[in-house]
């Protein structure tokens, strides 16, 4: 309930207004860096098997967000990043990177000729077993698509029994279901999320995960490819092992594809653990990006736990205006 409050009150032109009196108030700090995260831009619905979750913004929206970036901030690439880390090359005031992860198709279609538009630099984290892999989907849309296409009235889990007569109820259950998922075993999740494919009897879903080809041809248009492993497990959750081969793994398959492809690796999920961090360091990994929110000071942070502000589901731009201030009037749950 305060939620929804919050969340309309940052819609309301009134907080505009607070944010554009705390921006023009802004000090102009050196040596601090934003980075936002984006999984899809795409019109409302225009792929309804997918998890909503991830659609962060229409194409309008997207639009009015990086016309704010380039003109309130100075949109850096991660070559300028690793350019600091390497050779100490500073970076200009008010820095901001743009990431992507998971290589959905919308990036190709909606996202990147905006951020052309605007030049602004464009880094893809893409899990590497998905490309040109019709039959291999992400589990939470898999897990998406079963609850939205079944004809079962319910889902019986060792929990309890899930309606799923309602569009509320098929709703909640993804939400249940989502949560429960990211507590489990990668490879238990997976086989569990057959299970209830076969008990739900729906639909295989649509694929919709960029190819090699399309990769092939962004990486020439100057988008920067970095690793999101191969299959997407949260990767503090599988074997130190099982770890290295899905980071290094990844960025073997994109050098493989691509030829230049600088070391840098986004932690699916935001799942990392101390010996995951060491791990990425003696693989020769230079970046790491979390889902931790906050401000880089490059001075002090670590550069494989960079932290990154998620744009969650259609946020208001506000919203995502006061998360960029370096004053903590950003609701945490955002
Ligand atoms: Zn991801």
């Given at each position: 309930?305060?939620?929804?409050?919050?969340?309309?009150?940052?819609?309301?032109?009134?907080?505009?207004?607070?944010?554009?009196?705390?921006?023009?108030?802004?000090?102009?700090?050196?040596?601090?860096?934003?980075?936002?995260?984006?999984?899809?831009?795409?019109?409302?619905?225009?792929?309804?098997?997918?998890?909503?979750?991830?659609?962060?913004?229409?194409?309008?929206?997207?639009?009015?967000?990086?016309?704010?970036?380039?003109?309130?901030?100075?949109?850096?690439?991660?070559?300028?990043?690793?350019?600091?880390?390497?050779?100490?090359?500073?970076?200009?005031?008010?820095?901001?990177?743009?990431?992507?992860?998971?290589?959905?198709?919308?990036?190709?279609?909606?996202?990147?000729?905006?951020?052309?538009?605007?030049?602004?630099?464009?880094?893809?984290?893409?899990?590497?077993?998905?490309?040109?892999q019709p039959e291999r989907f992400f589990w939470w849309d898999r897990l998406y698509h079963a609850l939205m296409e079944?004809?079962?009235?319910?889902?019986?889990?060792?929990?309890?029994?899930?309606?799923?007569?309602?569009?509320?109820?098929?709703?909640?259950?993804?939400?249940?279901?989502?949560?429960?998922?990211?507590?489990?075993?990668?490879?238990?999740?997976?086989?569990?999320?057959?299970?209830?494919?076969?008990?739900?009897?729906?639909?295989?879903?649509?694929?919709?995960?960029?190819?090699?080809?399309?990769?092939?041809?962004?990486?020439?248009?100057?988008?920067?490819?970095?690793?999101?492993?191969?299959?997407?497990?949260?990767?503090?959750?599988?074997?130190?092992?099982?770890?290295?081969?899905?980071?290094?793994?990844?960025?073997?398959?994109?050098?493989?594809?691509?030829?230049?492809?600088?070391?840098?690796?986004?932690?699916?999920?935001?799942?990392?653990?101390?010996?995951?961090?060491?791990?990425?360091?003696?693989?020769?990994?230079?970046?790491?990006?979390?889902?931790?929110?906050?401000?880089?000071?490059?001075?002090?942070?670590?550069?494989?736990?960079?932290?990154?502000?998620?744009?969650?589901?259609?946020a208001a731009m506000g919203l995502i205006r006061a998360q960029l201030l370096p004053y903590a009037i950003a609701p945490?749950?955002?």
């Amino acid at each position: 309930m305060i939620k929804k409050l919050l969340v309309t009150a940052t819609r309301s032109p009134l907080f505009a207004q607070f944010v554009t009196v705390l921006e023009r108030l802004q000090p102009e700090r050196a040596g601090t860096l934003r980075i936002l995260t984006y999984h899809r831009v795409a019109p409302v619905d225009a792929q309804p098997y997918l998890s909503p979750v991830l659609l962060s913004a229409t194409p309008e929206g997207f639009e009015e967000q990086m016309r704010h970036l380039a003109a309130h901030y100075t949109p850096v690439s991660m070559s300028d990043l690793l350019d600091y880390y390497q050779n100490g090359t500073r970076l200009p005031k008010r820095a901001v990177m743009v990431t992507f992860d998971d290589a959905y198709c919308d990036f190709a279609e909606h996202a990147f000729p905006i951020m052309q538009r605007h030049g602004i630099p464009a880094t893809l984290f893409v899990p590497t077993a998905y490309p040109d892999q019709p039959e291999r989907f992400f589990w939470w849309d898999r897990l998406y698509h079963a609850l939205m296409e079944t004809r079962a009235p319910a889902l019986p889990t060792g929990a309890g029994i899930l309606p799923l007569e309602t569009a509320e109820q098929r709703a909640l259950a993804f939400k249940v279901l989502r949560g429960y998922v990211k507590t489990i075993p990668h490879v238990t999740a997976l086989e569990w999320l057959d299970e209830v494919y076969e008990q739900l009897g729906a639909p295989p879903p649509v694929h919709y995960v960029l190819g090699w080809d399309a990769l092939r041809q962004l990486h020439q248009q100057g988008v920067v490819m970095g690793a999101h492993t191969r299959t997407h497990p949260m990767i503090h959750r599988i074997t130190l092992d099982e770890a290295r081969e899905e980071a290094v793994g990844a960025y073997d398959d994109l050098r493989a594809a691509l030829g230049d492809v600088p070391p840098i690796f986004a932690y699916p999920s935001g799942g990392l653990s101390d010996e995951v961090v060491q791990m990425l360091g003696e693989a020769g990994f230079a970046l790491a990006f979390t889902t931790f929110k906050g401000i880089n000071t490059l001075k002090t942070a670590d550069p494989l736990r960079l932290r990154r502000f998620n744009v969650g589901r259609l946020a208001a731009m506000g919203l995502i205006r006061a998360q960029l201030l370096p004053y903590a009037i950003a609701p945490k749950w955002s």
